[in-house]
């Protein structure tokens, strides 16, 4: 287990490192316009990051002991075509959601 005055350096240090990137674009950049190709790069932002923290949830489940199982790769495959399909972000998530809630009960 981690040391008590260790740990709460660890907050710190990631709570003071969460509030210089704010920091950063709010207080520095505040009312100023950004560069186009700094725009640009930052729509892509949350393309980025969302499948970075989903795909680990698919591949290796922490309810399946990192096994990967078949309700959680068809939700993800599912949610990946409606997203393709349909350009509809809210559709993807609840057919997502729909296959692996049945994908799940008609494993368990």
Do not use: C, Q
């Not at 499948?51 to 309810?63: D, G, I, K, Q, S």
């Not at 949610?79 to 799940?104: D, E, H, Q, R, Y």
Request: charged letters at 10%.
């Amino acid at each position: 287990m981690i040391d008590r005055t260790e740990l709460w350096i660890v907050i710190i240090g990631l709570a003071l490192g969460s509030f210089a990137l704010r920091f950063f674009f709010i207080g520095f950049v505040g009312g100023r316009a950004l560069p186009e190709w700094l725009l640009r790069h930052l729509r892509y932002a949350s393309v980025a990051i969302i499948p970075a923290l989903v795909a680990p949830l698919v591949l290796w489940p922490a309810a399946t002991e990192g096994t990967p199982d078949p309700a959680r790769l068809a939700a993800a495959a599912v949610t990946l075509t409606l997203g393709v399909l349909t350009k509809n972000v809210v559709l993807s998530i609840l057919g997502g959601a729909v296959v692996l809630a049945l994908g799940l009960m008609l494993g368990a």
